[in-house]
């Protein structure tokens, strides 16, 4: 039996989708902050890609000054909601309280951090007062956490900013790519409505810039543009058997999730093959949409995940059900359609991954999901003159000044960092446009 | 067992836990309540004429994690008639006769004294407590801490009530004074039998700061309120320690203030108080917290092998001197426990900005580390650190040397001019203030080098 029935309304997602990290209550925030012990050179700080001031914020919080405290984060951090819902905060920011090596349970420094922020954006509070225009215009290609970022960024700063955003949503995987049950779309989008109000850039949706001809006008009506564009669409493992209906990526089934909630019809035996976070990701977001069977399929060993440890346990705690050391080999239908997955066992030679012989069995599903990593942007990169990319297809750029081969752009996020979380799109699209001021305003 | 009992000036208490006059001994309902559950002994609600009262009435301090560690009232005494709770008394006393039940006791003229003397003692009361210490409302009206602050008219007013008592008589003094001898003696010349303190300190216990008006708030306005609970503890430790190293008091202390705990009971039973009273805590909690009280006390009782409460009373008196008889040779240093330390660098910056710039930082490790020649001993860092007995002082002198301030001046080698080579501070490691400029600091700790 299934942990969870499919849901056939939007409460019954809502339910099967549990907020992980719900919002804290104002005494919870009071009790919760008093544990802080304002540590001095803070570690919870060094572990924050973004560099929040924890300490000071909580300490806010505690006194009961939640609008200083909201400032505090977003003044490093425009995404400090969602951050504080999303964030893998046990391997960051929380992994690293004092109060670990006490074996006391860390201060929820995540959980806080999205009270303050979302009582600021409930009550729609002007948290900054923006510069005097200082007649520049920077363009930015992605409206995800590091293209947003930087447009705040850049705005605190008295430049123009216009985003140019493919889909018609902004905040990019943190609406299309976020487990449900870590942050609901509508708490993504008040944020996102929030940031555009508080600091005033341009997004223009349903704007793919794709070729040459787009990148010459903004290089002509813009003295600098941030690409932000993060990845593409879930990679084929090149095995027969990928033009099979019913056989998708994991990205894409998300987003399709993530749009269509109850509407989505996911069927009763699902595979998902991979064992990174987003192959967590898929195989429990199909337990929760009431799916029988979910099969978790990864060619190596448990230890070799890279997925972290508590999402593991998060899948396990849904119903699905592992497999290890096995390798898919070709994805199998019927009449057009998956009816499953042929694998072969896989066995560790020399520290080389290989296929045991004669070890093939198959799996019967109605759904196969491929959560094998996502593909690069580099056709459309590679449009733009100057610029590179490395042989894992991530754009080569200073990493401390977001600066690429091309010094009119500059890069952040997935797209050059190849792939991390939105905290560390954040702190990039941020950087990037302290140094797009930098090289604008005082070239040297 | 240890055994619990008490004679307290001639009151026999089956513990030493008895509830102070307030709220919680206003009725019999309460006090009958109380001893079911434990409770040694009741203060009555202080009867006199009944007053009315105005709401709201209290104000808390609130810190960190806990609620109420300061509370503060503008309460008055008993508002019910003075034949109802006469009634209850004599009700409580017949069923809980070895209980102990003093009433609390405050008026104006000398007829009323000793009428009302009279009438508690014929309702069975086995000891009386003048209410000398009530700092709001009734001072005003020359009773109360305006009686407590006036040594002379509080001794009249004891001589009054010694005329006609036949019961034991303990007198509360009121902390609104710079000398909390001057009314005991007072008292005990008057002729007291006990006494008992402290009563609440003059208060305003925070203000609203968007009303700007100070709590409690009567229709938009306040006034100055008593103050107790377990922030006041260390002001009536002190005050019961003066009281009963007074060679013109010597006689039984009820100690009172702050109490919530047997640990707390058992620090005032050390400082000399025979019985302890409790307010707050019961406001708080309930008269059920008696249970965790008497178990604690018997259990430290029988650990230390005390059969009775005498046996330990006052036993820390003597351990309290004059700054001046204090060992200057005594030197203890602080000491890390790098194993036990969580790296969260709290005593460097206590140290750092608050003492003595005795700890360092540590390149490459989180946890700090003490400049021995630095350290003052001061102790300030073990009492920052979050983690118990992670930061240990340790004794550095080796206990041969012993010399006190007043044996230094009596031999003339005391400072005694503006740059007196003598300084105590002459020799300690003081950075130049510039570099304080220079020294980095954190991200959270300040903005002009971030
Ligand atoms: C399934 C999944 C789950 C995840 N879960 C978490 C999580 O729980 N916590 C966490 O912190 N991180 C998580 N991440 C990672 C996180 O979402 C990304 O690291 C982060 O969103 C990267 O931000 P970005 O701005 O670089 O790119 P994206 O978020 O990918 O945004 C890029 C934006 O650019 C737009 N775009 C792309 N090309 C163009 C173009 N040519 N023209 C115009 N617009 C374009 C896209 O439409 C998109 O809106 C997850 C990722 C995935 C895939
Ligand atoms: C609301 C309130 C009313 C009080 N009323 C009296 C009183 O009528 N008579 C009296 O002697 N003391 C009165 N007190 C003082 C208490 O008896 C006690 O001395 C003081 O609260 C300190 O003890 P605690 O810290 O345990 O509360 C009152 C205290 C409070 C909080
Ligand atoms: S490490 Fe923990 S206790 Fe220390 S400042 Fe950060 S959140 Fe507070
Ligand atoms: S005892 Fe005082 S002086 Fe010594 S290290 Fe601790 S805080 Fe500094
Ligand atoms: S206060 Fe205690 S735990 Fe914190 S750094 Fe100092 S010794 Fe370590």
């Known amino acids: ?444 | 067992m240890a055994d619990l009992s008490v004679n307290f000036a001639g009151i026999q208490s089956p513990n030493p836990f008895w509830l102070a006059s307030a709220p919680p001994t206003n009725s019999g309902y309460q006090i009958m309540k109380a001893f079911d559950a434990g409770w040694g002994g009741a203060v009555w609600k202080t009867l006199g004429i009944p007053v009315v009262n105005v709401s709201s009435r209290y104000g808390a301090v609130n810190y960190r994690n806990s609620r109420m560690v300061g509370f503060n009232n503008i309460e008055l005494i008993s508002d019910r008639p003075l034949s109802d709770n006469l009634r209850e008394i004599e009700e409580v006393k017949k069923r809980f006769p070895h209980h102990a039940v003093i009433a609390s006791l405050m008026v104006g003229p000398r007829e009323e004294w000793h009428q009302i003397v009279r009438d508690v003692e014929n309702a069975g009361a086995d000891g009386i407590e003048l209410n000398f210490g009530c700092p709001h409302g009734m001072c005003e009206r020359g009773m109360g801490s305006a009686v407590g602050q006036e040594p002379k008219v509080l001794k009249t007013i004891v001589e009054w009530v010694k005329e006609v008592s036949t019961v034991p008589v303990i007198t509360k003094l009121t902390p609104n004074i710079t000398d909390i001898t001057q009314p005991a003696r007072a008292a005990v010349a008057g002729g007291t039998d006990a006494l008992s303190l402290i009563n609440t300190i003059q208060s305003l216990v925070g203000v609203d700061i968007d009303r700007f008006v100070p709590y409690p708030i009567v229709d938009g306005k306040s006034t100055n309120g008593g103050y107790c609970g377990p922030a006041v503890k260390p002001i009536a430790l002190n005050m019961t320690k003066n009281c009963a190293q007074d060679p013109g008091v010597k006689v039984p202390i009820s100690g009172i203030g702050g109490i919530e705990n047997w640990r707390d009971a058992v620090e005032f039973i050390l400082l000399g108080a025979g019985t302890v009273q409790v307010c707050t805590a019961v406001m708080h909690f309930g008269f059920g917290i008696i249970r965790e009280m008497v178990a604690g006390l018997s259990g430290y009782m029988d650990d230390k092998g005390f059969a009775t409460i005498e046996d330990f009373r006052g036993k820390a008196l003597d351990h309290v001197l004059t700054w001046e008889n204090l060992n200057m040779k005594y030197k203890v240093v602080a000491e890390i426990n790098e194993e036990k330390c969580i790296g969260c660098q709290l005593c460097y910056t206590a140290c750092e900005d608050g003492a003595h710039q005795a700890i360092k930082l540590t390149p490459g490790s989180r946890v700090p580390h003490i400049v021995e020649e630095n350290c003052v001993g001061c102790n300030l860092c073990s009492l920052v650190c979050p983690v118990e007995s992670c930061i240990t002082m340790e004794r550095r002198d080796d206990g041969s040397e012993h010399l006190t301030w007043s044996e230094r001046t009596m031999a003339g080698n005391v400072p005694l001019t503006f740059d007196d080579p003598l300084a105590g501070g002459l020799h300690h490691s003081v950075p130049s203030p510039t570099e304080a400029l220079s020294t980095p600091v954190p991200r959270h700790y300040g903005l002009s080098q971030n």
């Not at chain 1, 009961?64 to 819902?85: L, M, Q, R, W």
């Not at chain 1, 790519?177 to 870590?182: D, F, I, L, T």
């Not at chain 1, 990701?281 to 448990?302: F, I, K, Q, T, W």
């Not at chain 1, 030679?349 to 759904?367: G, M, Q, R, T, Y």
């Open chain 1, 1 to 444: 039996m299934a942990l969870y029935q499919s849901p056939t309304s939007e409460s019954d997602f809502e339910r099967n989708f549990q907020q992980l990290k719900p919002l804290m209550n104002q005494t919870e925030a009071h009790y919760e902050s008093a544990r802080c012990l304002f540590c001095y050179d803070a570690p919870c700080v060094t572990a924050c890609p973004t560099s929040i001031d924890i300490p000071l914020f909580i300490r806010q919080i505690h006194a009961d000054h939640v609008a200083g405290a909201a400032k505090t984060i977003y003044e490093s951090n425009p995404f400090g909601y969602a951050c504080g819902k999303v964030c893998p905060t046990e391997v960051l920011c929380e992994g690293a309280c004092v109060y670990n090596l006490q074996q006391v349970k860390p201060i929820e420094i995540g959980r806080l951090q999205s009270y303050a922020t979302g009582a600021i954006i409930h009550q729609e509070q002007q948290l900054f007062i923006l510069p005097p225009a200082n007649g520049m215009k920077v363009a930015i290609i992605g409206a995800g956490p590091a293209g947003l970022s930087c447009a705040c960024e850049l705005r605190m700063r008295g430049f123009e900013v216009v985003v140019f955003e493919a889909k018609d949503k902004p905040s990019g995987l943190t609406i299309y790519g976020v487990a449900p049950y870590k942050i609901t779309n509508e708490e993504v989008l008040d944020e996102m409505t929030y940031l555009e109000k508080q600091f005033g850039f341009q997004i223009r949706y349903n704007h793919r810039i794709e070729t040459r001809e787009q990148l010459a006008e903004l290089e002509q009506a813009y003295e600098a543009i941030f690409i932000g564009i993060g990845l593409g669409e879930t990679a084929p493992l090149q095995i027969p058997g990928e033009d099979l209906e019913n056989y998708m990526g994991a990205v894409e089934f998300i987003e399709k999730l993530r749009m269509e909630h109850h509407a989505v019809m996911v069927p009763a035996r699902v595979v998902v093959l991979g064992g990174g976070n987003t192959a967590m990701d898929a195989a429990s977001e199909c337990a929760r949409m009431g799916a029988e069977s979910v099969v978790l399929a990864y060619r190596r060993s448990p230890n070799e995940m890279g997925a972290y440890h508590f999402e593991y346990d998060l899948v396990k705690g849904a119903g699905v059900q592992s497999l290890f050391n096995a390798a898919p080999v070709a994805i199998l239908g019927n009449n057009g359609r998956v009816t499953g997955v042929k694998f072969q066992k896989t066995a560790l030679e020399n520290e080389k991954l290989i296929l045991i012989p004669d070890s093939d069995f198959v799996v019967e599903a109605d759904w196969v999901i491929r959560a094998t990593g996502q593909a690069r942007r580099t056709s459309f990169l590679n449009l733009i003159p100057g610029l590179e990319t490395d042989a894992k297809g991530r754009i080569v750029w200073n990493a401390t000044t977001g600066q690429t081969g091309n010094p009119t752009y500059f890069a952040g996020g997935d797209a050059a960092n190849g792939g991390k979380e939105v905290v560390n799109a954040a702190a990039e699209g941020r950087k990037a446009a302290q140094h797009i001021a930098q090289w604008l305003l005082s070239p040297s």
